[in-house]
């Protein structure tokens, strides 16, 4: 199960106060994420990419304009929004199944009920024989796989993901995008994908959205056609970046 995500006349400033005016990070923007869409977020360091995604969350609250996920308005964060971050921030102590496990408690599962949807989501991110594992005994890749393991493991709606291969090597990097790309197409979950990386981008999902601009603005809207990579998008995309 998905729900679409709409932003309207989105806009977002910081560090407003009595005596000197908020600084705009984004323009009013305006996105229509269908239930079931994979969507890139693209753009340079600084464009407002992560705050979007933030609004989204609930975690950065809008200056004016809304955000709403199946029709109803974000007020803050909820388990039918899940967050993959690039840092794993994972807990040290706890293993790869205790880890997932505790993420899941705010939804005042039982016990048992808990460990079962911890085991069966490593078991969907391929790292079942990792479980019992503590985090310094997993290589970045798996701790990543844990991290999205945590973000699945609540069944969320929309899955928003924050560069989350941006640390990883070139190899593993590919690894996990295929593995995304393979659960998105089993689960039918809305993604919204932060990247800085137009290859990156134009793998994964099916539009990418380009964001640019201090404060940041929507430059252009491509839809990704099946296939091979286009090289024509590719470089279009390129030339907007180079004008961002």
Not at 79 to 107: C, H, I, M, S
Not at 189 to 217: M, N, Q
Request: aromatic share 4%; glycine share 12%.
């Amino acid at each position: 199960m998905s729900r679409g995500v709409r932003l309207e006349e989105l806009s977002v400033a910081y560090g407003g106060t009595r005596r000197r005016a908020a600084v705009p990070v984004l323009d009013p923007i305006e996105l229509d994420l269908p239930a079931g869409s994979f969507t890139a977020l693209l753009g340079p360091s600084g464009c407002g990419k992560s705050t979007v995604l933030g609004s989204v969350a609930g975690f950065v609250r809008p200056t004016a304009g809304r955000v709403s996920v199946g029709g109803v308005p974000v007020a803050g964060p909820g388990p039918d929004r899940g967050v993959v971050f690039q840092q794993y921030a994972l807990f040290p102590w706890r293993t790869a199944r205790g880890n997932v496990e505790f993420a899941l408690k705010r939804l005042g599962l039982p016990r048992a009920q808990r460990r079962r949807r911890a085991l069966e989501a490593l078991v969907e991110v391929g790292l079942a024989e990792g479980a019992e594992k503590y985090p310094a005994q997993l290589s970045g890749g798996m701790q990543q796989r844990v991290a999205l393991a945590r973000a699945l493991a609540a069944e969320p709606e929309v899955l928003l993901m924050d560069e989350p291969f941006g640390a990883l090597d070139t190899l593993t990097r590919t690894r996990m995008q295929a593995l995304l790309r393979e659960l998105w197409q089993r689960t039918g979950t809305t993604v919204l994908f932060v990247t800085h990386d137009i290859d990156e981008a134009l793998a994964l999902a099916g539009r990418v959205v380009v964001l640019g601009g201090a404060p940041g603005r929507v430059l252009a809207d491509h839809t990704v056609p099946d296939g091979p990579p286009d090289p024509d998008l590719r470089a279009l995309i390129a030339r907007r970046l180079g004008a961002a």
